[in-house]
Nanobody, 114 residues
Framework: QVQPVESGGGSVQAGGSLRLSCAASGGVFSGSTMAWYRQVPGKERELVASIRSGGNTNYADSVKGRFIISRDNAKNTVDLQMNSLKPEDTAVYYC????????WGQGTQVTVSS
């Protein structure tokens, strides 16, 4: 079974940085799109950033210029470097993989204090 697993979440102060990592097991995903989403209580899950197999990226306007998504196809991993964090970035962050369907990780909590 395809299973993405997130790591790197935690608590930081506003203006700080954090790096999230997602490792996917259960297949070879070099040709698949990988992405990061986030969700807060009472709101819909939203796309933060995505990266195609060839390296093309897409970012939500709210994180553009602050976050960077990258991947390592040999390791089946996708990272999200988050800089200049704001309290509104506080959410549970989920890794998403499209491979013979859509697969989600369990999520990792990111808390940004003011």
């Amino acid at each position: 079974q395809v299973q993405p697993v997130e790591s790197g979440g935690g608590s930081v102060q506003a203006g700080g940085s954090l790096r999230l990592s997602c490792a996917a097991s259960g297949g070879v995903f070099s040709g698949s799109t990988m992405a990061w989403y986030r969700q807060v209580p009472g709101k819909e899950r939203e796309l933060v950033a995505s990266i195609r197999s060839g390296g093309n990226t897409n970012y939500a306007d709210s994180v553009k210029g602050r976050f960077i998504i990258s991947r390592d196809n040999a390791k089946n991993t996708v990272d999200l470097q988050m800089n200049s964090l704001k309290p509104e970035d506080t959410a549970v962050y989920y890794c998403n993989l499209r491979y013979r369907g859509t697969h989600w990780g369990q999520g990792t909590q990111v808390t940004v204090s003011s």
